[in-house]
């Protein structure tokens, strides 16, 4: 389960020897500094090229959560791009609570925090440019306000006609800089329906994922979801499938196909900022009949939440037009 | 014929209105800035996402090749990502004419530039940045002195085990910057040979292209070139196709596979800044029996010289070690 | 060029033996009746496995269209799926053309009709049922009406995830009573916009059919269509291509993507029914900048329409809503 | 295991209020009818376009097996093909139940029926025609006779060279009306040997299914057979799978090509009227050395038996050219 | 068109220096031995792994046809697979014309041989091998009279359900020693019906070819044939492309699936010893309606019997069953 | 776990009834002979097509292991291909202990034999060979010399272009003599670097398998190696399931790509001779930060070594250049 890393909580006090800025900081190749002021040369692969990689977790009140999970997962992805990020696994855990502790005091209250590590490759034989990847760790406000209402009334999905990139194309279990593929997924999804999130599926024709997002089908009490061919190896959905399996409930990882997504009984996304979110329909198809969430999505985000000690369904529900915070 | 748009030339008065800067500048949402001082925001999509597109093309003695094809098929591109870049097609040839004319005085003599048009999606949400894509138009000198042993020798191609990615992933034919499909198969082969380029097989195992480079194969006088299904419709490869025609040589645009690779007189890449450069091996099969170029190679070479009045190949050659430029 | 086969007219006298019905008839395994009464058991394969084929024209001022090159894809079907329908395509070419004479009357003026011929393989083992395949020529009004907006508007195009069926499973060529693939396809995209079309792509990503039509896009002036690989061989295809190039407007039957899609000038779908019928956009991108039909699209459609001699886009137009017929 | 609703059976009463008919009697749309009276319009979709589903289960000793699982089933595929039959699942086994009780009488000694449930999708804009659905239930004697020698001397299995659809053109899960993908393999192998039965490969080349029978390998005394991917989710084949874990038998779901079929021990078919029946041979390598049925076939088969109480086999094999019943 | 090599005739004088053997001899790795004493070692290659290459043309009335094709194919597959014969493709067109001259006259009258150059890779690090490759050119008399019925009844193809293998796996245009492929696929046809032949499909489910046969379709007096994607590049087929464009007969070469297959007028199979013969049905579906060859089969087989000055077919019939030679 | 069949060691008195050979013999269709004298006419079918299939175990200290299970799978193999060896598995389980008995003599101290059985198809139609299978049962020394750095250095692998051909090609379960596809994907990588091992990707792009070599990954302490779809089902394979089952190690049997491989701790090769060899890198990514060979795989490298009775690391390393044996 869980590593419990517990960091920076707001009553924290701030690293002793600088005044905390009022405005966001950065670590950027080793230096901190204003978050705005972290800008990389359009001569970087990391531009021209997309040739970077992230990874990403959030806070719950403040706290990270599973960080060194997210580490671990970012060093892959450097490996199998071939990145030297320069600094060691366990330092970038180190740095990137600095980022947060020297962040924290900017939350507004009940907000939290996505913490990111990213690295682009440099650039290469530009005269005023030193040929070495950029590295920054960063924070930026989760969008709760944005989500609100896809907390309330689920996520309407739509499957589009772009199919996932395939792993002899590029692996999806990298979580790299390069998005075109499910942005231009999305943008065939938002030009029919702006509120609807797009999930592709994968080359097979059987679900895959969406931009940032694993999927989850209920079934007779049952757990499905794609087998880690076609998918990023989220560290949420791995948290369902531990909380799921120590309720006892069955977690299938396998292919499903839209059959399978029709006659779902509840399906929903998990992400590091959602965490757990109903899906409200599929291709229209619905499951809100018995209203949202389904009841084991209920009994997951519950678990969810205890586990992080934080009701993120509620942090999203206050934050809805009318609400105030 | 590719239209015959020439511009500033070394000897051409440099804009009126402003001094010639001592580095060279770039085009910048629609100011003209140092090229060192155009930054983007790590929060930008074309950073996060590598969400932005390009198009590149060279100088030959200072003038612009193409470049309405160029710009032409950028606007393809941006129409197929769903971009506005908030000038027209004109306009755009404008600024790049200009952006090429406030930097061809600091050329070495017998060098040329790249030029290329570039956009990125820009940030969403962040309270400091407007939400805009980026344009930038810019020139770089090319890479003669890296590639001068390439048209001495050839180029060993080796074709990787990773496959370009098909139009249902994201349409080869759109010059974007997500590249890592293709530096993953770079990589792969790098590290077996760091002299070699790759050429990527597409998804049926026929050959592809490689990064910003088409192929040609000639048989038995006539030839063979992948038709425009898993590769960019480069413009170099248009031209070499034009001219071909107009030389009465048979050119096929189809499947090629590895046989045919094996198999062929000779082979060539084409790219906006190599032009024509001979292969001299596919994964270690060599086409170099009878020199370097082949007959065929040579004659399209000579008359691709002829059309751009630049002897590209010289060019090149007069930058290997040992020779004084 | 078309068989010029044309027949029965409203003006024409109605077969002399028999009194014209006041409700259309059909004929039914040799017999003329009313069509009402031509109801299948469900014991037919061709209701429980949708294991039959049919081929439909239309009349243009109540002439049949083509009439000989439907009859022989028909006969193809038939041949494909082994059905033995007991009658020569001569003959089958009679009983159309009477039965179109016996229902001429029953059109409303400036309406027209879909001629189609049927068949079903009949029950296996039932003791009140003949084991012999079920015939039925037939004919319908066109829903002109309800394609006004269309011919007004243009079609709003959407790309499902479903994939149109490959040879190795059906070959599309055939066109049978088994349209769930397309049935599924086109009930994604109308759960989404209940105005749109599907047009599905082939399992290799690229554009093939929708249900019962084909798709054209124009670029640079030429004619792209998928080639007969994924999709019914159209005759309204086929006769687009014939005017074209009887135009000299080039015609490419090839492999095209999205971003073909995306990309192009100006795109229209051809159907039996429909004949030409300007698209308004793909998945939201637009085509109607310069106003629709396009200039080419105009162009083929005023030649369909001098080659029919019928103004079918009229025969829509008077349909729209506030217009009197 | 299986739920065990039980019903009427020869000796139980017939429904009090109505004359047992002497002909089959079937539900359509609300009202009991003579079966050969229950005829579809040539409009309807269900006959146009396949666009219906149906589920079928059979009696054992005139009592249904596993009916809920089948409207369960059914009630799955009406959801993926978006059908609404406007009764209630516990109304449908009431319907089921009531239909079956009305004909059982006229069922001869020893026989059983088929009882399915159907749906076909209405007409559009005809106007003699209601818009909504064709319901229809009805059974049928099971072809026990035709199948005799099948279980005399086992199903000879060819795999002709048409594939199983695949989930991203329509999920073989879904039980529909749409047959002509399996028949055209059908009559492939059929044109061959009339005796043959056809067993689809997938369009990996693995096993996947026949015509409403899906496919056991036996080796080494466990279990094969193909994961639930290119099949239908038989009734018959969980019934299997349940049965042999129950006996400590090791049951693999997995993708199983003809390596694994010619080298098997012993092969077998399910399918709701076969329950089990033994496969003599696959492409003409046979199953035969040891005698047929095999001994895991023969075990299974045995507890089958048991489970329904009904001696199949004998059932089958009392029909025997020569045998008298 | 075809190279006119022609070369030693029944009546031409053998090589002077030596006897003429009363058996068949061959060249093997440079010298001449009789036929049945040229053995290879299990430990080559060539027996371990069919790491082999050949080619192989016939005779007729004893004169070589298109030799230089052939060898310049085989020159192909060499380079291919890495082989080097140790001698040039000129003296391997001596050597085979050689081996010819020296086995001529044991032809029986109306007989004429396959002539055929082979390379097996030779055997490693064994202790009493050679570390080279075998090369033998050989001749064998054609199998007239097992197939002269195929010229009487026309060829019954099956398609199997095992694919041919595509580019990515190895080219199908490469003529090896590896058949298995090919062999399991036979081996399915001919349990079945051991008359029949296998005509492969591709991975997409198109046609491909025979075991050392390419086929043809006509339809509307045209041609189709497979295009050089999955097949190897016959020279039969290429002859009988040559003769149709020469007699004014289109040819298309493309993706052609069973639907062609079932709804074409004729369809015949070429071969390096068959030349052309007409196919009489494609699983079951049957050509012979107006007789075999059909028309336009008998109009390029006619063509084919002028160019090579031999009646190809005569010489089959007269091996009939019942007629004297 | 394996069979424990031990045979003749180097003590064990020779069959009685005939002297000892001084070089090695083989038995060839029922006879014992020189293996220098086994050789097959090139008119075979093994020779032509490569049409046949062997199986290899090898000695530990001249005992042979897991014989049963070697030549069950040959039997299998035998089946799938449909050949008849004319010998039951018992009986050549005997042969095969014969011929190494009479072998084992002529192996040096600690040298080790490789024991085959091989079966050709024969000839067809050739006056002076009989039309029979040709079956050998043949021993070999091991190369241990050759392979002695790669134990010291691991093994580089390589992933070619070139893929593993698919079971709907030919299975890759069965062990047969058609190497050209992996000999094409061999000659690809050893053209780049003669010392590397190429290891091919299947259809999907995930690892498959290399000549004769099944590949493991380790990460996280557990075993990842491809599922039997695309790679032979190794002995040495299921012998280190079996080991790290037994040790409490987690084996995963599923589809790995080129992330996981390049993110996996260590890496290993298994094969017959080479039991267990570790892998240094693959496409340039090592596995040696902590010293060959890792972790696990010297865990299981000392099980095995235990279970064998035969120290066969040692045993190649004694063989190091600048070692005496």
């Known amino acids: 389960m869980p590593d419990t890393a517990t960091t920076a909580t707001r009553s924290k006090p701030a690293p002793a020897n600088q005044q905390l800025a009022n405005q966001r900081v950065a670590w950027f190749n080793g230096k901190i500094m204003p978050e705005s002021e972290v800008r990389i040369s359009f001569r970087d692969r990391g531009v021209k090229y997309g040739d970077g990689a992230f990874d990403t977790t959030r806070t719950f009140n403040g706290r990270i959560f599973r960080l ?34 020297r962040n924290i005091h900017l939350l507004d209250k009940d907000d939290d925090y996505w913490v990111s590590q990213r690295i682009t490759r440099g650039a290469e034989g530009i005269e005023y440019l030193p040929e070495a990847p950029n590295v920054i760790v960063e924070c930026l406000p989760l969008p709760l306000k944005a989500r609100a209402t896809q907390f309330r009334d689920g996520i309407k999905v739509l499957t589009p006609s772009v199919r996932r990139a395939p792993p002899e194309v590029i692996s999806p279990r990298a979580k790299t800089h390069n998005y075109l593929n499910m942005i231009v997924a999305e943008q065939e999804v938002k030009s029919i329906d702006p509120t609807a999130w797009a999930v592709l599926l994968d080359v097979n024709g059987n679900l895959a994922e969406g931009i940032g997002a694993n999927i989850f089908l209920v079934r007779d009490g049952q757990l499905f979801t794609p087998r880690l061919n076609y998918v990023l190896a989220g560290i949420s959905r791995q948290t369902v ?28 996304l998990t992400s590091t900022s959602l965490c757990i979110c109903p899906v409200r329909s599929i291709n229209g198809t619905g499951f809100d009949k018995g209203g949202l969430p389904g009841k084991v999505t209920k009994r997951l985000t519950d678990a969810y939440i205890k586990l992080v000690d934080c009701d993120f369904v509620a942090q999203h529900l206050r934050r809805l037009p009318g609400k105030s915070v």
């Open 68 to 101: 060194k999970d997210h580490i671990d997962r970012w060093y892959r992805t450097l490996k199998y791009l071939r990145f030297d990020p320069g600094v060691s696994p366990a330092e970038m855990m180190r740095i990137t609570e600095d980022v947060l502790a």
């Open 241 to 268: 499938i531990e909380l799921a399996r120590a309720a006892g409930i069955v977690v299938n990882e396998t292919d499903i196909d839209l059959y399978d997504a029709y006659t779902a009984d509840e399906a929903f």
